[in-house]
């Protein structure tokens, strides 16, 4: 059965980095695209960026542009979300998403797997 863990959230101060990984398992992690989205509190949940089975980075939200990192390591069945110059809007809940068969997309209804979440706060 599939499953995706994300791991990495926590507090942060405005510009500080952190590294979210979401571990895979019970799926060829190489074959499929991994989407990373986000509930800001009191706001619906939000694609951020995906990866896909060839390893293109597709942005869904232009203010994480430059910001925001994705990359994946087979070996580890690992994807890892960088995040540099944190902002307090960056504040949400984070989830991956793997959609087994198909190409990136925004839309939520395309993901098969969900992880459980990791919270990240930006604050001073």
């Known amino acids: 059965q599939a499953q995706l863990v994300e791991s990495g959230g926590g507090l942060v101060q405005p510009g500080g980095s952190l590294r979210l990984s979401c571990t895979a398992s019970g799926f060829t992690l190489e074959n499929s695209a991994i989407g990373w989205f986000r509930q800001a509190p009191g706001k619906e949940r939000e694609g951020v960026l995906c990866?896909?089975?060839?390893?293109?980075?597709?942005y869904y939200v232009d203010a994480v542009k430059g910001r925001f990192t994705m990359y994946r390591d087979n070996t580890k069945m690992t994807v890892y979300l960088r995040m540099d110059s944190l902002k307090p809007e960056d504040t949400a809940d984070y989830y991956c998403a793997v959609r087994l068969y198909g190409l990136c997309t925004r839309a939520e209804v395309a993901y098969d797997h969900w992880g459980q979440g990791t919270r990240v706060t930006v604050s001073s």
């Open positions: 990866i896909s089975k060839s390893d293109i980075t597709t």
